[in-house]
Nanobody, 111 residues
Framework: QVQLVESGGGLVQAGGSLRLSCAASGMSFRVITTAWYRQAPGNQRELVGHITSVGYTQYADSVKGRFTISRDNAKNTVYLQMNSLKPEDTAVYYC?????WGQGTQVTVSS
């Protein structure tokens, strides 16, 4: 049974940083593409970025230069490092791999 579990969300002031984690069981992140999405209230879920099996990363324009996706193959965990956070980054953040989704973790950025 595949399970993705996100953690690391919370409340942070604008300009601060958070690191989200997505730990997988039942599948290996190192052979697939893993993505981070987010959904703010009243908005559609949007792609934040992804990391491929070979470590290639790509990001939405809105987070480029501020967010970094990385992977620890030994821990089978993907990370989303978020720096220079803005109030508009407030959302529930989800990890996605193939057809599987995590439960989401709330990120709130205060101004």
């Amino acid at each position: 049974q595949v399970q993705l579990v996100e953690s690391g969300g919370g409340l942070v002031q604008a300009g601060g940083s958070l690191r989200l984690s997505c730990a997988a069981s039942g599948m290996s992140f190192r052979v697939i593409t893993t993505a981070w999405y987010r959904q703010a209230p009243g908005n559609q879920r949007e792609l934040v970025g992804h990391i491929t099996s070979v470590g290639y990363t790509q990001y939405a324009d809105s987070v480029k230069g501020r967010f970094t996706i990385s992977r620890d193959n030994a821990k089978n965990t993907v990370y989303l490092q978020m720096n220079s956070l803005k109030p508009e980054d407030t959302a529930v953040y989800y990890c996605n791999a193939e057809m599987y989704w995590g439960q989401g973790t709330q990120v709130t950025v205060s101004s």
